[in-house]
């Protein structure tokens, strides 16, 4: 059974830092492209970043939102990946997700939810 578990969410005050992990387990995602989406509440879920499989496969992917705070990178022998999130704002409040990119709709967790407060 495929699982993703994210953590590392939690309360930050304006201008922090937080680390997420996704752990993945039941299969290696190092083929894959992974992505970290994140849903606020009343909106949409959206992919705010995008690591490619490889350095050769393509770059990294941003959001115009997260871009130059936010940096995603991955650890295949672990099967893990990670956001590190800086200079946090009110605005990136949401529960944050991670996934293969494009998202696969069984492989979707409880995410972790990051609140930062003004």
């Known amino acids: 059974q495929v699982q993703l578990v994210e953590s590392g969410g939690g309360l930050v005050q304006a201008g922090g830092s937080l680390g997420l992990s996704c752990a993945a387990s039941?299969?290696?995602?190092?083929?894959?492209?992974m992505g970290w989406f994140r849903q606020a509440p009343g909106k949409e879920r959206e992919l705010v970043a995008r690591?490619?499989?490889?350095?050769?496969?393509?770059?990294?992917y941003y959001a115009d939102s997260v871009k130059g705070r936010f940096t995603i990178s991955r650890d295949n022998a672990e099967n893990t990946v990670y956001l590190q999130m800086n200079n946090l704002k009110p605005e990136d409040t949401a529960v944050y997700y991670c996934?293969?990119?494009?998202?696969?709709?069984?492989?979707w967790g409880k995410g972790t939810l990051v609140t930062v407060s003004s």
């Open positions: 996934n293969i990119d494009p998202p696969n709709p069984n492989y």
């Open positions: 690591i490619p499989r490889s350095w050769i496969s393509g770059t990294t």
């Open positions: 039941g299969r290696s995602f190092r083929n894959n492209a």
